[in-house]
């Protein structure tokens, strides 16, 4: 019921726009993780339902920016300035938390993944 789209091959500097189709999820908090190879997943963005709440890591914090649009069922990750380190598996994510999350443990359904490999 998420379904990520959007990942793939871009250079550093350059930009990407992730797609999560989340079904039935529109009044949950929800997020945008990623993992790459030998490191564990990691929260990078999370929106609250309705969007007045957002959290970032520091890593990405003024190139990436995560939306969502309720009436579609679905959010957005833009990212700008990418870098070689973005590249990861990207999963979008859904937690019944009251507040906002960025923890693994504390989302609750997962996509399948979409990857974004940056390259020099």
Not at 15 to 26: G, I, M
Not at 50 to 56: A, F, I, P
């Amino acid at each position: 019921q998420l379904v990520e789209s959007g990942g793939g091959l871009v250079q550093a500097g350059g930009s990407l726009r992730l797609s999560c189709a989340a079904s039935v999820y529109s009044k949950y908090i929800m997020g945008w993780f990623r993992q790459a190879p030998g490191k564990e997943r990691e929260c990078v963005a999370a929106i609250n339902w309705s969007g007045g709440t957002t959290y970032y890591a520091d890593s990405v914090k003024g190139r990436f920016t995560i939306s969502r649009d309720n009436a579609k069922n679905s959010i957005y990750l833009q990212m700008n300035s990418l870098k070689l380190e973005d590249t990861a598996v990207y999963y979008c994510a859904v937690s019944r938390q009251s507040v906002l999350r960025r923890t693994v443990k504390d989302y609750d359904d997962w996509g399948q993944g979409t990857q974004v490999t940056v390259s020099s």
